[in-house]
């Protein structure tokens, strides 16, 4: 079993910056691909953005790229999600997932483990 733990989040303006870490426990997910979603008020999961195993092959969704990144350390077993030019769009419950398998996936329901998720707020 595999527990993830999200932080970071919090409140900022629009234009500035967070950055989010997932922490894995219960085993090592080095093997895992991991990926974030976020979901706002109303809406369905979407995801943001995605990594391989190994960080050699990452997904981030349009509406983020150029702004957000996502990156990994395998020896520390956290993923991390750099955000910049935050909008308030942005503004959503920002999940961490991982999946039993090395290849990045944007589809939800083939993550495995869920984090609790942490809340993203921009104000304009």
């Known amino acids: 079993q595999v527990q993830l733990i999200e932080s970071g989040g919090g409140l900022v303006q629009a234009g500035g910056s967070l950055k989010l870490s997932c922490a894995a426990s219960?085993?090592?997910?080095?093997?895992?691909?991991m990926a974030w979603f976020r979901q706002a008020p109303g809406k369905e999961r979407q995801f943001v953005a995605g990594?391989?195993?190994?960080?050699?092959?990452?997904l981030t969704t349009a509406a983020v790229q150029g702004r957000f990144t996502i990156s990994r350390d395998n020896a520390k077993n956290t993923v991390y999600l750099q955000m910049n030019s935050l909008k308030p769009e942005d503004t959503a419950v920002y999940y961490c997932?991982?999946?039993?398998?090395?290849?990045?996936?944007?589809?939800?329901?083939?993550?495995?483990?869920w984090g609790q998720g942490t809340q993203v707020t921009v104000s304009a």
């Open positions: 219960g085993r090592t997910v080095s093997s895992y691909s």
């Open positions: 990594i391989s195993w190994s960080g050699g092959r990452a």
């Open positions: 997932a991982a999946r039993r398998d090395s290849t990045v996936t944007v589809t939800t329901r083939l993550y495995d483990y």
